[in-house]
């Protein structure tokens, strides 16, 4: 049972414009939301997150949406960079069993264009 | 920086050996946290710590066990590999509640393990 989707495997985008990486989660639970992203042949970076009590949160080009009616959240690389292709993971938090549980998607393959 | 380190960046074990993956972390963090990325899979939790001496299974437990002696290292082992078992290994570290909130996890460089 995947709570935590991103549909769409890979995304290319040209230089200079807009990426926007999508993420829908199942659990209701979940109160926290992070982005990474992964290098080849390096472990996953944190990017930016946001708490559920937030719609947004800007940090630089990247920007994170929640819809909690929804359950969706997105991520908005303005505007796009060569240095950005990677993979990006989306992952959420909640409590499970007495800790603080991370579920992560399975990742958006991103190209940018130069 | 926090630095994870993970001891091997490449391995090769054949059917039916035990395997030792180390991660070491340098920044005193409560948490450790052993994941295996597949493709189309993502990453997955297989153990994870929040102590010394303690462990918690994960998503994915099965065939595997870990070892938290001191505070800034955990192992991961697979007590009888299998090919199935091939996959990237990745160790993350992180602080017990509000560091992570804002600073997330930090992973190791990853270990490809094949096992043959």
């Known amino acids: 049972d995947q709570q935590v989707k991103q549909n769409s495997p890979s995304l290319s985008v040209q230089e200079g414009r807009i990426s926007i990486l999508n993420c829908d989660y199942t659990n209701s639970m979940f109160d926290y939301f992070l982005w990474y992203k992964k290098y080849p042949a390096e472990g996953p970076t944190f990017l930016i997150s946001i708490s559920s009590i937030k719609d947004k949160n800007e940090d630089g080009r990247f920007t994170v949406f929640l819809n909690k009616s929804a359950k969706h959240l997105s991520l908005h690389i303005v505007p796009s960079q060569p240095g950005d292709s990677a993979v990006y993971f989306c992952a959420a938090s909640g409590l499970s069993g007495g800790y603080q549980k991370v579920t992560f998607g399975t990742g958006t393959k991103l190209q940018v264009i130069p | 920086d926090v630095k994870v380190t993970q001891s091997s960046r490449y391995l090769v074990k054949r059917t039916g050996e035990k395997v030792f993956l180390e991660c070491v972390q340098d920044?005193?963090?409560?948490?450790m946290f052993w994941y295996r990325q597949d493709p189309g899979l993502g990453l997955r939790l297989i153990y994870f710590s929040y102590d010394v001496k303690m462990k918690e299974k994960g998503d994915i437990p099965e065939g595997y066990s870990v070892s938290r002696e001191k505070k800034e290292r955990f192992s991961l082992i697979l007590e009888s590999a299998s090919t199935n078992q091939t996959s990237m290994y990745l160790c993350?570290?992180?602080?017990?509640?509000?560091?992570?909130?804002?600073?997330?996890?930090?992973f190791g460089s990853g270990t490809r393990l094949t096992v043959v």
């Open positions: 993350a570290s992180s602080f017990l509640a509000f560091g992570f909130k804002d600073y997330g996890y930090t």
């Open positions: 920044m005193d963090h409560e948490n």
